[in-house]
């Protein structure tokens, strides 16, 4: 991991345990790199992530502040994944997995995750059911090379907890895009809709912190099962 990464990542711990209070002024730059054992360009990439995450703002002349956010659990909390999200929030889950199989990348697949037309990609359909309610569809590609050996029993529990605890990846970043339309049949049928309604879809290419791109995905949520909070920051 490059060394801005695991400073951004400790800088980050300490502010979401309170270590780093909100509202007080975190070290100058000569400070935190006699810390960290680097140099100040280092400590300066490291704090441009926590920046543009809204945990940090520079005053100018006066130095960098933490600045929390107004949910600081829902800071990234799409990349713990949607067990860890459960679990966390203490309500139940079970996967209902429909279809899963190594299969070569289709055109479209090919181009969101950057791939060769002879790659190998995981191709997962789920139902999320939480607290007993179907809640969401996850459709979901991953290519084999980048997520070696997974399985059934992985897809049935967490992905996600697959590739961090099992393979010692970390999940860095997405991109996201948010729509809505009315549940098609096949939708209603596996959100058990009684008569069609609203769904969100949540499509999502995600990356690894060696930059890899391991996941493209849509997701199909129950429009009152549906959260999503951020921040936004101005920049002059």
Request: with cysteine; charged share 20%; proline share 4%.
């Amino acid at each position: 991991m490059p060394k801005y990464l695991a400073i951004y990542k400790e800088i980050k711990k300490r502010i979401l345990s309170g270590y780093y209070a909100q509202n007080s002024q975190l070290p100058e730059g000569k400070k935190f790199a006699l810390l960290f054992d680097c140099s100040e360009l280092t400590i300066t990439k490291a704090l441009d992530i926590l920046v543009k995450e809204g945990l940090v703002v520079r005053k100018r002349g006066l130095g960098s502040f933490v600045k929390l956010p107004f949910n600081t659990s829902s800071i990234n909390s799409h990349l713990k994944g949607t067990k860890a999200r459960c679990d966390e929030s203490g309500e139940t889950i079970t996967t209902r997995v429909i279809a899963f199989s190594a299969i070569p990348a289709p055109a479209d697949v090919q181009e969101k995750l950057q791939l060769g037309g002879d790659e190998m990609v995981y191709s997962i359909l789920r139902v999320r059911v939480i607290n007993d309610e179907p809640a969401i569809i996850e459709k979901t590609f991953m290519p084999v090379n980048v997520i070696p050996g997974l399985n059934y029993a992985n897809v049935a529990d967490s992905i996600y907890s697959y590739i961090t605890d099992a393979l010692g990846y970390q999940i860095h970043s997405s991109h996201m895009m948010i729509t809505a339309s009315i549940a098609d049949e096949q939708q209603s049928q596996l959100l058990q809709l009684a008569e069609p309604e609203v769904v969100i879809y949540v499509e999502q290419t995600a990356y690894l912190d060696n930059g890899k791109l391991f996941e493209y995905s849509v997701a199909t949520h129950r429009y009152n099962r549906f959260k999503f909070a951020t921040e936004f920051i101005k920049y002059n």
